[in-house]
């Protein structure tokens, strides 16, 4: 974070001195002098406890929800709500630059779009992006900090699970470009309907200037029917809509990577390669190459950046421990992303293959039929063995017992361990995917543990 006036920064919070800040902290561990410590109530723990001690720390201001003993009136601003606090000073401190900025949400694909968009804005200059899970009310405002005066470019990834907050976050980051990947049914237990995350995800164009473009996918059900502002400039993308924008033709998959045309009305074709297999990844690949040309960026450099993407975290990145190729798929699930990944499962040339499919959470009344899909899709990709793994996934098991796909269903984790240890052999093609709350990342550690090194 570049240094700003405490007045400039705490605009509209409070009538703040000129006094100079250069970080903005929600840890107390990372309080330093110069910093705003901002407060927030949690669950097992309650940042007020750590006021006192971030203003002896050197903290110049405080902000709270509530006076706190030992941090003298003059210090403290007290907010309803430190997250809205936080949106208001990043919005204050984002006013001090100018980035090309791709601002992406959507049901699925958010991350690996985000790294597409990475991968294309690096080939240009300095690009700022999202770390890791940093979509939220916190995680944004956390990027936004990062700005400084190097930065060109950035892409930043907006997530919610209720209406209103892609808007504070798109009027906060106010990109140049915004992305909607697709409508799914995440969030659909605070949502209600598909429609309704629909709205939600259009909220984007609340920050985007006039005459930006939204990158919409065209072959997605509901985006199509999208009320796109006339303010506004949509962009579609696609693979099977002719009259997308931009598509992707000749798709052809391999084990190490996808090739694929890029066919775009408006600057021509060009050879597209990504280090990624799947039919979605292609899709995720093309909205950022849609974005990034229609900010003006050369096109042709643009398609032939797409080959720098790189995956983060545990997010369909393929790994081989003993003999065994993995696919790690753990951050998070939706019945589109499990399609998704056992579509790259099914791509992949090992002879047998093996799906540990875990919980998908926060589907509301979707459960039980988005968790019967997905058995019916692991008997699509051509899944040898199914473990089901917890409480709703009894209805993955049963379905897919019904395709004829040999399916066990475990409960706990160590039923997991016992029949990875039962199926897996060198060789084989292992997709581990679910919410992250079902631990799969921490259950596959301990199995990689006990194969062959080396």
Same mark, same amino acid.
């Given at each position: 974070?570049?240094?700003?006036?405490?007045?400039?920064?705490?605009?509209?919070?409070?009538?703040?001195?000129?006094?100079?800040?250069?970080?903005?902290?929600? =840890?107390?561990?990372?309080?330093?002098?110069? #910093?705003?410590?901002? &407060?927030?109530?949690?669950?097992?723990?309650?940042?007020?406890?750590?006021?006192?001690?971030?203003?002896?720390?050197?903290?110049?201001?405080?902000?709270?929800?509530?006076?706190? *003993?030992?941090?003298?009136? +003059?210090?403290?601003?007290?907010?309803?709500?430190?997250?809205?606090?936080?949106?208001?000073?990043?919005?204050?401190?984002?006013?001090?630059?100018?980035?090309?900025?791709?601002?992406?949400?959507?049901?699925?694909?958010?991350?690996?779009?985000?790294?597409?968009?990475?991968?294309?804005?690096?080939?240009?200059?300095?690009?700022?992006?999202?770390?890791?899970?940093?979509?939220?009310?916190?995680?944004?405002?956390?990027?936004?900090?990062?700005? +400084? =005066?190097?930065?060109?470019?950035?892409?930043?990834?907006?997530?919610? +699970?209720?209406?209103? @907050?892609? *808007?504070?976050?798109?009027? #906060?980051?106010?990109?140049?470009?915004?992305?909607?990947?697709?409508?799914?049914?995440?969030?659909?237990?605070?949502?209600?309907?598909?429609?309704?995350?629909?709205?939600?995800?259009?909220?984007? &164009?609340?920050?985007?200037?006039?005459?930006?473009?939204?990158?919409?996918?065209?072959?997605?059900?509901?985006?199509?029917?999208?009320?796109?502002?006339?303010?506004?400039?949509?962009?579609?993308?696609?693979?099977?809509? $002719?009259?997308?924008?931009?598509?992707?033709?000749?798709?052809?998959?391999?084990?190490?990577?996808?090739?694929?045309?890029?066919?775009?009305? $408006?600057?021509?074709?060009? %050879?597209?390669?990504?280090?990624?297999?799947?039919?979605?990844?292609?899709?995720?690949?093309?909205?950022?190459?849609?974005?990034?040309?229609?900010?003006?960026?050369?096109?042709?450099?643009? %398609?032939?950046?797409?080959?720098?993407?790189?995956?983060?975290?545990?997010?369909?990145?393929?790994?081989?421990?003993?003999?065994?190729?993995?696919? $790690? =798929?753990?951050?998070?699930?939706?019945?589109?992303?499990?399609?998704?990944?056992?579509?790259?499962?099914?791509?992949?040339?090992?002879?047998?293959?093996?799906?540990?499919?875990?919980?998908?959470? @926060?589907?509301?009344?979707?459960?039980?039929?988005?968790?019967?899909?997905?058995?019916?899709?692991?008997?699509?990709?051509?899944?040898?063995?199914?473990?089901?793994?917890?409480?709703?996934?009894?209805?993955? %098991?049963?379905?897919?017992?019904?395709?004829?796909?040999?399916?066990?269903?475990?409960?706990?984790?160590?039923?997991?361990?016992?029949?990875?240890?039962?199926?897996?052999?060198?060789? =084989?093609?292992?997709?581990?995917?679910?919410?992250?709350?079902?631990?799969? $990342?921490?259950?596959?550690?301990?199995?990689?543990?006990?194969?062959?090194?080396?």
């Amino acid at each position: 974070m570049q240094k700003i006036p405490a007045n400039e920064l705490l605009a509209g919070l409070t009538l703040a001195e000129p006094v100079s800040i250069h970080a903005v902290v929600t =840890d107390s561990r990372k309080v330093e002098p110069g #910093c705003v410590f901002v &407060c927030f109530p949690g669950e097992r723990v309650d940042g007020h406890d750590f006021a006192a001690g971030a203003y002896r720390d050197g903290a110049a201001y405080i902000i709270a929800n509530h006076p706190v *003993e030992g941090v003298p009136a +003059d210090r403290i601003v007290i907010v309803p709500d430190s997250a809205r606090a936080m949106i208001r000073m990043a919005a204050n401190y984002r006013m001090l630059f100018s980035p090309k900025m791709i601002g992406v949400t959507g049901s699925v694909g958010k991350t690996t779009t985000k790294e597409f968009c990475y991968a294309v804005l690096s080939a240009f200059g300095t690009t700022l992006k999202t770390e890791g899970n940093q979509n939220n009310d916190i995680g944004v405002p956390n990027t936004l900090f990062r700005l +400084d =005066d190097a930065t060109e470019y950035a892409v930043v990834e907006m997530g919610m +699970d209720h209406a209103g @907050e892609i *808007e504070r976050l798109s009027r #906060c980051a106010r990109p140049s470009a915004g992305i909607i990947t697709m409508i799914g049914v995440s969030h659909l237990e605070n949502l209600g309907t598909r429609e309704n995350i629909l709205k939600a995800k259009m909220e984007i &164009c609340t920050g985007l200037p006039d005459g930006a473009p939204l990158v919409l996918n065209a072959d997605n059900d509901l985006l199509p029917a999208a009320q796109v502002p006339s303010r506004l400039r949509a962009v579609w993308f696609g693979i099977e809509a $002719e009259d997308a924008d931009v598509r992707a033709t000749d798709i052809t998959a391999g084990a190490n990577g996808t090739v694929f045309r890029i066919v775009d009305r $408006e600057y021509g074709s060009f %050879a597209a390669s990504i280090p990624t297999v799947g039919l979605h990844t292609v899709y995720d690949a093309l909205a950022a190459y849609a974005a990034a040309t229609r900010m003006g960026l050369d096109a042709a450099r643009c %398609a032939a950046a797409l080959a720098n993407y790189q995956t983060t975290g545990m997010r369909q990145h393929i790994v081989e421990h003993g003999g065994v190729t993995f696919i $790690e =798929d753990c951050y998070n699930a939706s019945p589109d992303s499990m399609r998704a990944a056992l579509s790259v499962l099914k791509e992949l040339p090992n002879p047998r293959k093996i799906a540990l499919l875990g919980d998908m959470l @926060e589907l509301g009344t979707a459960s039980e039929e988005g968790h019967r899909s997905t058995g019916a899709w692991a008997a699509d990709a051509g899944v040898d063995q199914l473990i089901a793994y917890g409480p709703c996934s009894a209805a993955m %098991a049963e379905a897919a017992k019904a395709h004829g796909v040999a399916t066990v269903h475990c409960q706990t984790a160590a039923e997991v361990l016992q029949y990875l240890r039962q199926f897996v052999r060198p060789g =084989d093609a292992v997709l581990a995917k679910a919410s992250h709350a079902m631990g799969l $990342e921490q259950l596959l550690q301990d199995f990689y543990r006990e194969l062959p090194q080396g």
